[in-house]
């Protein structure tokens, strides 16, 4: 029975790939953080009593920011295979937050690395390593993006998981580690969050459409991304993993769409006009910009045997589904006098 250790287990991915690997049969344990409320909801559905001995989902708190804490927990769970998700992962906020955000996604890939190579060292044992790169690091660089396509990140979050990446490469060179770098696009589900443009638009969807909300304020509508599904994409970390050999690879759909298609096409399933509702605001816009990004997965594709299952029109209406679900509950409980104008802050 192998067992999987998870950063990042409360996250959108972290959530599909816990899933994905208890029902492979894996003892699945993740990081979470202490925070003053819940922090998760995405995997509640998963979590059982750890006192049942049936439990195979254990969590454990720990931080990216906290060395000794990600030491400890190597030891003591002594995972077969490490998948590094953790991140302050949002791009606009990383602008904000550059020296957190370096800490967390450079630092913390830093910290975990180091963890393991004493771990392994010591232990004569062999661990896999996941780390999660993303298709940010091309940043300006021309699609379609592949593993030989040179790196231009145009954010503090871009510059930080790039710099992870090397990393990565740096210890498979340096120590021999297994430690597989996937360059993921955008991928995306019903548990994305809510900050991200494809479900700040789902969510404004399902709220306009039953009166909860007047206006959608978007930035850059020409910025085009290469959208997947999250539940798709945890499959091709796993089988990274079932290699013989550390690589690296892209994980992509090889389909480019606007911000603006997307919300178009999200209204329309609603049968709502998108250009009535969405506004410009300033102050969603990047200092820089990523225009367009869209990879070619080849490599994935032939020798993982991967393909994306979930096609651009499903992903749109899969979320627009669900959140309309979710804005009729909200809708029910406003007509039972609960306020829920505090949502709205959450938008940015
Ligand atoms: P996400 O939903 O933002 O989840 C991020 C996870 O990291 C959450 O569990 C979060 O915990 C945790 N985290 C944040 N700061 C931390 C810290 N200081 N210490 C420990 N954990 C911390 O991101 P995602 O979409 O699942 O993405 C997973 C990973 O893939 C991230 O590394 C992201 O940068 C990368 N990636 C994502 C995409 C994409 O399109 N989704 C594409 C390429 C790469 P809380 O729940 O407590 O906040
Ligand atoms: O949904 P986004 O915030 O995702 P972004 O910046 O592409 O980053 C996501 O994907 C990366 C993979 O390429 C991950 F590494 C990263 O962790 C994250 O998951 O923005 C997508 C596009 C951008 O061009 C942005 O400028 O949508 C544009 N946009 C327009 N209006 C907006 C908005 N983005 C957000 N978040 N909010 C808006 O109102």
């Known amino acids: 029975m192998k ?88 791009v ?36 896999k390593v996941y780390q999660a790169g993303s298709s940010e690091m091309y940043g300006a660089s021309k699609p379609p993006q592949t593993e030989t396509t040179p790196f231009h990140p145009r954010s503090p979050y871009a510059v930080s998981k790039l710099a992870a990446h090397w990393l990565g490469v740096n210890y498979r060179e340096a120590y021999g580690m297994f430690i597989s770098n996937g360059i993921l696009f955008n991928h995306e589900s019903p548990m994305r969050g809510e900050t991200f443009v494809t479900r700040k638009i789902t969510r404004a969807v399902g709220r306009i459409k039953l009166g909860l909300q007047d206006k959608l304020y978007l930035g850059n509508l020409d910025a085009k991304r290469d959208w997947g599904f999250a539940g798709d994409y945890v499959e091709a970390m796993w089988l990274m993993l ?51 990004l869209c990879g070619d997965s080849s490599k994935a594709r032939k020798q993982l045997d991967w393909a994306p299952k979930v096609d651009f029109p499903t992903l749109v209406k899969m979320m627009v589904d669900h959140d309309m679900e979710l ?22």
Do not use: C
């Open 327 to 348: 804005a009729k509950q909200e809708a029910t409980l406003k007509a039972a006098g609960h306020e829920i104008g505090l949502r709205q802050l959450k938008q940015s």
């Open 92 to 127: 606009k906020v990383s602008f904000e937050q550059p020296e957190y955000t370096a800490d967390v996604v450079y630092m913390g890939a830093l910290r975990l690395l180091e963890a393991l190579r004493d771990y392994i060292e010591v232990s004569d044992l062999q661990v």
């Open 3 to 90: 067992k999987a250790l998870i950063t990042g287990i409360t996250g959108q991915d972290g959530a599909y790939l816990a899933d994905f690997l208890l029902r492979k049969g894996y003892t699945v344990h993740g990081i979470i953080r202490r925070a003053s409320t819940f922090n998760t909801d995405r995997i509640d559905n998963l979590y059982k009593d750890p006192h049942d001995p049936k439990a195979k989902l254990l969590l454990h708190y720990g931080d990216m920011t906290d060395g000794t804490s990600l030491r400890r927990i190597i030891e003591k769970v002594q995972p077969d295979e490490v998948y590094n998700l953790g991140a302050q992962s949002h």
């Open 242 to 292: 079932q290699e013989d050999e550390a690589d690296d690879f892209v994980v992509s759909t090889g389909e480019m769409h606007s911000v603006k298609e997307f919300a178009h096409m999200a209204f329309k399933l609603a049968e709502l006009d998108w250009e009535k509702y969405v506004e410009i605001d300033e102050r969603y816009f990047r200092p820089t910009e990523v225009d367009a």
